[in-house]
């Protein structure tokens, strides 16, 4: 971490303070962003129920995963722009909020179809489920992309850019513990809850047809009968995460304040961008630092680049991983949920050790620690891949270690962008490599939709790690980037403070009317 005294001319009670406001904001973001991940990733635990019971296809699943995750990078960069000028914390609790009701009606959404077509089975009843899930999952991702820009708002505005890299990588183990409670919770919920219909021979049948496989084969029948043995259990996968999200939203706004000015704290010492001072915060000048900090900022756009192949590499497996390896390598759905949670438990730790190798190797520049992750990640992600006859336990550690690496990068293109941007412009930074993260989120959805079902598992993983590949190679034209945006800011703040003073002298006034400091 650096030696820089971050808290310079500061008594002892305000540096007491502020460090318990700075905690305080990190705790309840990172439980209040958990939380939003709780209802967005129960959707992968519950896609094999609903292919069971109602024989929705791959294909179908990428599709509307794809254009839901459209929407959520949509949202994150519109958001970007609203959180920028407007109540971080008050956002953030509304947005969960309406998560939650949008988890409520996916639950309900057989009800909604059959009372639509009047019935409860056939072609127009699955299509009508279908239409009514697409329609839920979409207004999920549109809520979703409200969660992470106020959290990009907040944290700069609370913590130091010579510490940004650690804090806010402790910060991002937040996608990781949501997502593994996620997968876990629900796969406990896909094993233990829903009525026990095993008896039941046409819907043994029934299953057996949607997954196409042999009842009478010892292995298929097993799979068979845990999703005969828990039918309707998916629905809780949405109903009991929707009930915690709405505590979720109460806790957010409570807890949270948006700046340090806020609770009567002065800003940190080296963050002022001078955007205030100089421009009043008029409309124009506002669109002249947006320009010159995040639309002409060649290290945003490679960013946002680089944000593309990370999350095909990461959503590929978060998303698809439980479905790959009830399919591909014949998990049970609990023990595929585990192996997922694992996977995001590995995450935890290796986004927490991105954050502090950036900060103390790599002295927070964090493009070159994402070079090292994605390129450790790709190898890993090619053993899994190249060696499938090995132990399971082997397989899932390798596994494992893929999401210990690949979360590095995602949780530090958040925090670099934030650091070039600065903090007047970070939210709109995160929200532009947000929806090119989205993209190839929508990429990998349709994608791997398409191939697995026509040319198998194996080549999904093919094009995963070809992409990892062109993701190491992005961030290795950024080795020679600055650590942040701050200098880029002080100068345009002083371009524009000399054009103000050349307009005052051609115009007759006083310069030093004017003279604020720098």
């Known amino acids: 971490m650096s030696k820089e005294n971050i808290f310079e001319g500061w008594d002892k009670q305000t540096i007491?303070?502020?460090?318990?406001?700075?905690?305080?904001?990190?705790?309840?973001?990172?439980?209040?962003?958990?939380?939003?991940?709780?209802?967005?990733?129960n959707f992968s635990i519950a896609m094999p129920g609903l292919t069971a019971q109602y024989g929705i296809s791959n294909t179908s699943f990428g599709i509307v995963i794809g254009i839901g995750s459209l929407v959520y990078g949509l949202s994150r960069f519109i958001n970007g722009f609203v959180v920028d000028r407007f109540s971080a914390r008050v956002i953030m609790a509304i947005g969960l909020l309406l998560c939650a009701l949008s988890n409520l009606a996916f639950g309900f959404g057989v009800n909604i179809s059959g009372w639509i077509t009047g019935t409860d089975?056939?072609?127009?009843?699955?299509?009508?489920?279908?239409?009514?899930?697409?329609?839920?999952?979409?207004?999920?991702?549109?809520?979703?992309?409200?969660?992470?820009?106020?959290?990009?708002?907040?944290?700069?505005?609370?913590?130091?850019?010579?510490?940004?890299?650690?804090?806010?990588?402790?910060?991002?183990?937040?996608?990781?513990?949501?997502?593994a409670l996620a997968v876990v919770v629900c796969g406990y919920i896909m094993g233990t809850m829903g009525t026990d219909l095993s008896s039941d021979h046409s819907i043994i049948a029934k299953i057996a047809a949607n997954l196409n496989l042999d009842p009478n084969n010892q292995e298929h029948l097993k799979t068979i009968m845990s999703y005969a043995q828990h039918w309707d259990a998916w629905k809780y996968c949405f109903w009991i995460p929707?009930?915690?999200?709405?505590?979720?939203a109460l806790w957010l706004y409570f807890g949270l304040r948006?700046?340090?000015?806020?609770?009567?704290?002065?800003?940190?010492?080296?963050?002022?961008?001078?955007?205030?001072?100089?421009?009043?915060?008029?409309?124009?000048?506002?669109?002249?630092?947006?320009?010159?900090?995040?639309?002409?900022?060649?290290?945003?756009?490679?960013?946002?680049?680089?944000?593309?192949?990370?999350?095909v590499m990461r959503?590929?497996?978060?998303?698809w991983g439980p479905k790959f390896l009830t399919e591909a390598r014949n998990m049970s759905i609990e023990d595929a949920a585990w192996s997922v949670g694992v996977f995001e438990i590995f995450a935890i730790v290796g986004t927490i050790?991105?954050?502090?190798?950036?900060?103390?190797?790599?002295?927070?520049?964090?493009?070159?620690?994402?070079?090292?992750?994605?390129?450790c990640a790709?190898?890993?992600?090619?053993?899994?891949?190249?060696?499938?006859?090995?132990?399971?336990?082997?397989?899932?550690?390798?596994?494992?270690?893929?999401?210990?690496?690949?979360?590095?990068?995602?949780?530090?293109?958040?925090?670099?962008?934030?650091?070039?941007?600065?903090?007047?412009?970070?939210?709109t930074a995160n929200g532009l490599a947000g929806i090119f993260g989205y993209v190839g989120s929508f990429l990998s959805a349709i994608g791997i939709g398409i191939v697995a079902d026509h040319w198998g598992w194996n080549m999904v993983f093919y094009i995963i790690i070809g992409v990892g590949c062109l993701g190491a190679i992005t961030f290795l034209t950024m080795w020679l980037a600055p650590?942040?945006?701050?200098?880029?800011?002080?100068?345009?703040?002083?371009?524009?403070?000399?054009?103000?003073?050349k307009v005052n002298k051609l115009e007759g006034n006083d310069p030093h009317t004017d003279d604020t400091d720098a």
């Open 16 to 41: 007491k303070k502020y460090q318990h406001w700075q905690l305080r904001t990190i705790l309840v973001s990172m439980i209040g962003y958990a939380i939003y991940y709780f209802v967005r990733k």
């Open 121 to 179: 089975a056939g072609p127009d009843f699955i299509n009508m489920l279908v239409m009514v899930m697409a329609v839920t999952i979409i207004c999920n991702q549109l809520f979703q992309g409200v969660g992470y820009p106020p959290c990009a708002r907040l944290l700069p505005c609370w913590i130091h850019p010579s510490q940004l890299a650690t804090k806010m990588s402790i910060w991002n183990t937040s996608h990781s513990i949501g997502a």
């Open 242 to 248: 929707a009930g915690i999200a709405v505590c979720g």
């Open 258 to 311: 948006d700046d340090p000015r806020s609770v009567g704290l002065p800003e940190l010492p080296g963050t002022k961008t001078g955007m205030s001072e100089a421009a009043g915060e008029k409309p124009a000048s506002r669109k002249q630092f947006l320009k010159v900090m995040v639309w002409t900022n060649r290290w945003i756009w490679t960013l946002c680049i680089a944000n593309i192949f990370v999350y």
């Open 315 to 319: 959503m590929g497996i978060l998303d």
């Open 353 to 375: 050790g991105a954050g502090w190798a950036t900060d103390h190797i790599f002295k927070g520049k964090a493009h070159r620690m994402c070079l090292v992750c994605m390129t």
């Open 378 to 427: 790709v190898i890993f992600m090619s053993i899994f891949i190249f060696m499938p006859g090995l132990p399971v336990i082997v397989s899932i550690i390798i596994l494992a270690m893929a999401g210990f690496f690949i979360y590095g990068p995602q949780a530090l293109i958040g925090i670099a962008s934030a650091n070039h941007a600065t903090k007047e412009a970070s939210a």
């Open 483 to 501: 650590r942040d945006g701050y200098e880029r800011s002080n100068k345009f703040y002083a371009s524009l403070k000399s054009e103000a003073l």
